[in-house]
């Protein structure tokens, strides 16, 4: 079982930084606007030449994801799940939500989608002991596939970072563990760690 205190945990702290940083990505705890889109670029790696597809968004704080999406003229059926409701308060604020079934903190409401995709959600442990997040994280990675049509994708901060640069309330993980765990949800699985920050994005696409 996972421990009941996480999404607490995680939700005082990214509505602290919201508050200190507003709709930028200082306000979801990304150094920089240009890091964040290169985020977004590994993770939009899933949908191919798909111009049209549905979606969710994993953790989609104030909705960035979606605003690149549509920068790219993409078609998306975007649904925006946050545990945080100042987040998708801030969310609906940026892209509008008229009937409230775009951004929400239900889970209990999102619905299976072509794909699901999840953004930094598993990368502060804050002080979560790292045995209990990990578990958290894979207990997670089963809600994503079981969302999923056709393939989910996340990213992670890598243990092949600079030791020295580490934060004891970041969670570092082996790219070569999770890229063998998500193989039990599909042979066609791809590890991404080759784009200048120090994270990976595993890509899983179902058969």
Avoid at 21 to 33: E, F, K, L, N
Avoid at 155 to 167: A, M, T
């Amino acid at each position: 079982m996972t421990d009941p205190d996480i999404p607490t945990l995680v939700r005082d702290y990214y509505q602290a930084k919201l508050r200190a940083h507003g709709r930028t990505p200082a306000g979801v705890d990304w150094s920089s606007a240009e890091s964040q889109a290169l985020r977004f670029e590994q993770l939009a790696r899933l949908f191919g030449s798909r111009r049209a597809f549905s979606l969710n968004d994993y953790g989609c704080g104030y909705g960035a994801l979606l605003g690149y999406l549509e920068e790219r003229g993409l078609e998306v059926e975007y649904r925006g799940f946050d545990i945080s409701e100042e987040m998708v308060r801030a969310a609906r604020e940026a892209y509008g939500d008229p009937d409230g079934s775009r951004f929400f903190t239900e889970k209990a409401r999102l619905r299976p989608a072509d794909y699901t995709v999840a953004s930094g959600v598993f990368n502060v442990k804050l002080s979560v002991a790292e045995d209990r997040w990990q578990e958290y994280v894979l207990a997670t990675l089963d809600g994503m596939a079981g969302l999923s049509r056709e393939g989910f994708a996340f990213n992670v901060l890598s243990r092949h970072s600079d030791p020295e640069k580490r934060r004891a309330d970041l969670y570092y993980a082996d790219p070569s563990f999770f890229f063998d765990h998500c193989r039990r949800y599909s042979p066609r699985v791809a590890l991404l760690h080759d784009y200048p920050l120090f994270e990976f994005t595993v890509l899983v696409r179902k058969p």
